[in-house]
């Protein structure tokens, strides 16, 4: 297959087709919810979840509701079968979870998959937890997407599979850099062409630490092939958030070719011994950050082997010297002790602003919702976990008012 034949269209023609998810929003107070039915497909989903994590089956459930057959249950959980009020009370109390569960229209539970890069050191408790809270924003911006009426395009997809060559993953981040004229320095691009260009929202969010030191660089997260969303850690250094956001980019362009694990390593040293999907992530990440164009434009020839000079040119790539040697390396352009001695020198840093968190279009739309009453300050707040004073600091830092009193 060739590099021309292999891109051709990448993904499919970004066409515009609403798909505006309908979600209950009913409260339940003192054990009463309103007498209407209630029928969607993430009612379903979390039906099955909840049913599964306590090891019960379609024909079990079906007796603890009092249903004829398990036909009932199966067409409860395809989205198929509406519940009136009373059934889903009795759901609730079978499942052991409060109405809201099913209810709840911030909630990904059921849906939302997970790709973290997490340093080894990060419990799975802490990373359990903190899923927990992103799933919160995910829910939110996804709700506040419908409200918007925001139209999804097709879902980009790139075309490669676990068994692709490298090569081939490097091949076409190139031309995705030349497609779409991310310049000389595509890391100062990357995060509009995402989030702008192909819809898949980049969210900016503060990880913080667990007791045992372990972070968190970023993740991806896939809606059922509803939304693709890439969440990455605003604290880290600007190398480490450029590669990061590439890196959680690829998958989300691969997703449902090659599903990748729950959780990877953050760690450098632990890119070779990685699981091939990672290596292919690697990969296209490194040439999307520094396709061999941009390598030409800022390589001086007679210092190609010159440690000084490619410190200055991963500086302006806003890459490590250690990606760039890595790059270079492979690309034959360096010799392997000039590859270890760029490794191993000193960074000359890059000096940039931590992004502002979540991103500049999710809290223009909760600050519209809030503003108009779509949304009560306390409802965006539980969703986000913070206080309503940390909400209000959001608005602040995006130089907005807010849009609610305390």
């Known amino acids: 297959m060739s590099g021309e034949n292999s891109f051709g269209c990448w993904f499919l023609q970004i066409d515009v087709c609403k798909n505006i998810l309908h979600v209950a929003t009913s409260k339940r107070q003192d054990g009463l919810i309103p007498m209407k039915n209630y029928s969607t497909p993430q009612l379903g989903l979390r039906v099955k979840h909840a049913r599964e994590a306590l090891k019960l089956n379609q024909e079990d459930l079906k007796d603890k509701l009092g249903f004829k057959d398990r036909q009932t249950v ?44 997490a340093s080894p050191e990060l419990s799975g408790d802490d990373l359990d937890r903190f899923e927990v809270r992103a799933g919160g924003w995910i829910g939110l911006l996804r709700w506040l997407r419908n409200e918007h009426k925001v139209d999804t395009p097709f879902k980009p997809v790139l075309r490669l599979t676990e068994r692709s060559a490298f090569e081939l993953a490097q091949e076409q981040a190139e031309q995705l850099v030349k497609a779409y ?10 995060v509009d062409f995402i989030g702008t260009t192909l819809d898949i929202p980049v969210l900016f969010v503060d990880t913080g630490e667990s007791s045992e030191g372990g972070s968190i660089s970023g993740a991806a997260c896939d809606l059922g092939g509803e939304l693709g969303v890439v969440l990455v850690n605003r604290n880290e250094p600007p190398t480490r958030r450029y590669f990061n956001l590439a890196h959680e980019f690829f998958h989300a362009l691969t997703w449902e070719a090659m599903k990748p694990s729950h959780r990877e390593s953050n760690s450098v040293a632990d890119r070779k011994g990685s699981h091939r999907i990672e290596q292919l992530a690697n990969c296209f990440a490194a040439a999307l950050l520094m396709p061999t164009s941009s390598l030409d434009v800022f390589i001086e020839t007679e210092k190609a082997g010159d440690v000084g000079h490619l410190a200055e040119v991963a500086a302006k790539l806003r890459v490590s010297n250690e990606a760039l040697s890595w790059r270079l390396f492979q690309l034959g352009r360096v010799d392997k002790s000039t590859q270890k001695a760029l490794a191993a020198s000193k960074s000359i840093g890059v000096k940039e602003d931590a992004p502002k968190p979540f991103s500049p279009a999710f809290v223009s739309m909760l600050h519209n919702a809030l503003d108009r009453g779509w949304l009560t300050a306390r409802k965006a707040a539980s969703a986000m976990d913070m206080s309503l004073g940390e909400l209000k600091e959001v608005f602040a830092v995006h130089e907005m008012p807010s849009p609610f009193d305390l």
């Open 74 to 117: 199966s067409d409860i959980e395809n989205g198929k079968r509406a519940l009136k009020a009373e059934e889903l009370l009795q759901l609730a109390d079978a499942l052991d979870k409060d109405v809201q569960f099913f209810l709840n229209p911030f909630s990904v539970v059921a849906e939302a998959t997970f790709n973290w890069r």
């Open 181 to 190: 004229e991310l310049g000389p320095v595509p890391a100062k691009s990357l």
